[in-house]
Nanobody, 128 residues
Framework: VQLVESGGGLVQPGGSLRLSCATS????????MSWARQRPGKGLEWVSTVYPSGAPNYADSLLGRFTASRDNAKNAVNLQMHSLKPEDTAVYSC???????????????????????WGQGTQVTVSS
């Protein structure tokens, strides 16, 4: 089982980044996927969930700036981030929960504690 994030880096405030998470070793198509981040000195923060159907859900504070998607043919999830702010600086990780029968908007998957497969993370730094 493997989740590998990519696409992080240094970006100026107001800029954009697209993170990707390549996965293998589990049944991706039926698994809800999630993005979380850990800002310096803070705990893990849930960012987004993408349900098996592709329907996304986001932390309220990130609505309108972040867009999550999945590609079931490539077993990958993406996180497009716009209008980045210095407070978005964090290590961003993707996560999976291998489970069947998850329906859209299931609230059980709107928290990082629901996920048991994690990637190593990718650093995003927003700074001028």
């Amino acid at each position: 089982v493997q989740l590998v994030e990519s696409g992080g880096g240094l970006v100026q405030p107001g800029g954009s980044l697209r993170l990707s998470c390549a996965t293998s070793g589990f049944t991706f198509s039926s698994s809800p996927m999630s993005w979380a981040r850990q800002r310096p000195g803070k705990g893990l923060e849930w960012v987004s969930t993408v349900y098996p159907s592709g329907a996304p859900n986001y932390a309220d504070s990130l609505l309108g700036r972040f867009t999550a998607s999945r590609d079931n043919a490539k077993n990958a999830v993406n996180l497009q981030m716009h209008s980045l702010k210095p407070e978005d600086t964090a290590v961003y990780s993707c996560a999976a929960r291998e489970v069947l029968g998850v329906e859209d908007e299931d609230p059980d998957f709107l928290s990082s504690v629901a996920y048991h497969i994690w990637g190593q993370g990718t650093q995003v730094t927003v700074s001028s």
